[in-house]
């Protein structure tokens, strides 16, 4: 089965058969809808992509906000080491989309060896996604313990006390 060629820019070399991202031998770490929006830019280096193609691409079928959209691009941004003031690779075209700007080239992809990390499939949740996702989930447990302590209902004072 014939793989996806490897494209390099910069230091970074994106093997899309594996959908990994690679800055020299170290592998950078993206999530899944980041990768698909990276992917989508370098498939058209150069050329507008807009935010509706974006979303027609990464999200289809799926209503996302544009926030969910600037937070990939922030990402992908950080994990290039890029800046949005003075772009290398990804390019804003303000109210209308995004263009990859870097000269890219093909290579070929790497080989999968021992050395190398297994891709987690789980992806876990970042420091910051298991903070927020903490307090979203604390403020609705401290929400129903208070309203279950009113209650008489052993069930919902049982709910109340779940360490989730």
């Known amino acids: 089965m014939p793989t996806d060629p490897a494209l390099s820019f910069g230091p970074y070399r994106l093997d899309p058969g594996a959908a990994r991202l690679w800055r020299g031998k170290q592998l950078v770490k993206v999530r899944r809808k980041t990768f698909a929006v990276l992917r989508s830019l370098v498939d ?8 509706d193609e974006l979303f027609r691409a990464v999200w289809p079928e ?11 691009i922030k990402e992908l941004r950080q994990a290039l080491r890029d800046d949005a003031r003075t772009p290398r690779y990804i390019e804003t075209a303000h ?28 992806h876990p949740l970042s420091w910051g ?18 309203s279950a302590s009113s209650s008489s209902s052993p069930a919902s004072r049982g709910l109340a006390r779940r360490p989730w």
């Open 44 to 51: 058209r280096p150069g050329q507008l992509v807009t935010k």
């Open 62 to 72: 799926t209503v996302v906000s544009e926030a969910t959209l600037t937070s990939c």
């Open 95 to 122: 109210g209308q989309g995004f263009r990859f700007i870097a000269p890219l080239s093909t290579t070929q992809p790497v080989q999968s060896s021992k050395s190398e990390p297994t891709p987690n499939t789980q």
């Open 129 to 146: 996604e298991r903070r927020s996702l903490r307090n979203c989930t604390t403020g609705w447990t401290k929400h129903y313990a208070a």
